[in-house]
């Protein structure tokens, strides 16, 4: 999986989370309009390298294609790239979420009396056994369980998770009364998934992937979302209708008042504009 956001020996930069979204949303307009790709990368705020790094792939992909004038490089959308943003126009469900790749990390205060009668995987040095409890995958290694909780839907990441957190510690009970065993308080061994399912992270996953420090944009599930690795992180993602919504009602607001200001402003500078009328008893003294 590529990994746009890291490079070896390089801080993952804040830039490259926003810049996709961006270019899908604001370039490709802009080029479509006839505007050269050094301005638009100077008006989104990235290098221009990076700029010509995606129009490339892109490209390459038939999203675009591009026409030289002399110096000048000017770049289209192709026939199926218009219909690539016409897909994209769909709307997204942002009620609901889908975590995965949840996995909780149980340490063994005292082992296991009852041999385990799972399935024996045999390593370099020692063996792991995995097994399911009713749903879930359990795996029990010679310090530690791990526990797998199912994948769940819901509207509330942070209910998500508790919900997930609970079915792991109810199946850590189980184990310790089956195998006459004691574990300790767990912790989350690797970042849960939070995904939200995005018509255009499905038509960006057809052609890359992307990920960052904060999430990614796959299609791994067969359809394309946008994965959050917190669950504060899917929250904002998922306030940002409404907050779009309130900077809307703001900006018809301030389109009120600007208007209202306008008004006023010419009525101002009228009597200013007007040119004076000649008066009957106006007379030049000589």
């Given at each position: 999986m590529?990994?746009v956001?890291?490079?070896k020996?390089?801080?993952?930069?804040?830039?490259s989370?926003?810049?996709?979204?961006?270019?899908?949303t604001?370039?490709a307009?802009?080029?479509?309009?006839?505007?050269y790709p050094?301005?638009i990368a100077?008006?989104?705020n990235i290098?221009?390298?990076?700029?010509?790094?995606?129009l490339?792939?892109l490209?390459?992909a038939?999203?675009?294609?591009?026409e030289?004038?002399?110096r000048i490089?000017r770049?289209y959308?192709t026939?199926?790239?218009?219909k690539f943003?016409?897909?994209?126009?769909?709307?997204a469900r942002?009620?609901?979420?889908r975590?995965h790749n949840?996995?909780?990390?149980?340490?063994i205060v005292s082992?296991?009396?009852v041999?385990?009668d799972w399935?024996?995987v045999?390593?370099?040095?020692?063996?792991?056994?995995i097994g399911?409890v009713?749903e879930v995958?359990v795996?029990?290694?010679?310090r530690?369980?791990?526990?797998?909780?199912?994948?769940?839907v819901?509207r509330?990441?942070?209910r998500?998770?508790?919900k997930?957190?609970?079915?792991a510690l109810?199946v850590?009970?189980v184990?310790?009364?089956?195998?006459q065993?004691?574990l300790g308080?767990?912790e989350i061994n690797?970042?849960?998934?939070f995904?939200f399912?995005?018509?255009?992270?499905?038509?960006?996953?057809?052609?890359t992937?992307?990920s960052t420090?904060?999430?990614?944009?796959?299609?791994?599930?067969?359809r394309?979302?946008?994965?959050?690795?917190?669950a504060?992180?899917?929250?904002?993602?998922q306030a940002?209708?409404?907050?779009?919504?309130?900077?809307?009602?703001?900006l018809?607001?301030?389109?009120s008042v600007v208007e209202?200001?306008?008004?006023l402003?010419e009525?101002?500078?009228?009597?200013?504009?007007?040119?004076?009328?000649?008066?009957a008893?106006?007379?030049?003294v000589?």
């Amino acid at each position: 999986m590529k990994n746009v956001a890291k490079r070896k020996g390089r801080k993952p930069r804040n830039k490259s989370q926003k810049f996709l979204p961006s270019f899908l949303t604001v370039a490709a307009r802009l080029l479509e309009e006839g505007m050269y790709p050094a301005k638009i990368a100077k008006l989104l705020n990235i290098s221009k390298q990076r700029l010509y790094y995606w129009l490339n792939k892109l490209t390459r992909a038939g999203i675009f294609y591009k026409e030289k004038l002399g110096r000048i490089t000017r770049y289209y959308l192709t026939d199926y790239g218009k219909k690539f943003f016409t897909r994209c126009e769909g709307r997204a469900r942002f009620g609901l979420v889908r975590l995965h790749n949840v996995c909780f990390k149980f340490p063994i205060v005292s082992p296991p009396r009852v041999p385990v009668d799972w399935r024996r995987v045999s390593m370099r040095n020692w063996a792991r056994f995995i097994g399911k409890v009713g749903e879930v995958t359990v795996e029990c290694t010679t310090r530690h369980v791990l526990i797998y909780p199912r994948v769940r839907v819901d509207r509330d990441p942070y209910r998500a998770l508790l919900k997930a957190y609970e079915e792991a510690l109810l199946v850590a009970r189980v184990l310790e009364e089956k195998f006459q065993m004691r574990l300790g308080l767990p912790e989350i061994n690797r970042k849960p998934h939070f995904g939200f399912y995005d018509p255009v992270a499905q038509e960006i996953a057809r052609h890359t992937q992307v990920s960052t420090d904060i999430g990614k944009i796959d299609a791994s599930e067969g359809r394309g979302e946008n994965e959050y690795f917190s669950a504060e992180w899917s929250a904002e993602y998922q306030a940002m209708p409404m907050r779009l919504r309130r900077i809307e009602e703001s900006l018809s607001q301030l389109i009120s008042v600007v208007e209202k200001i306008s008004s006023l402003f010419e009525k101002l500078i009228l009597p200013l504009t007007m040119k004076p009328k000649p008066g009957a008893g106006d007379r030049y003294v000589t």
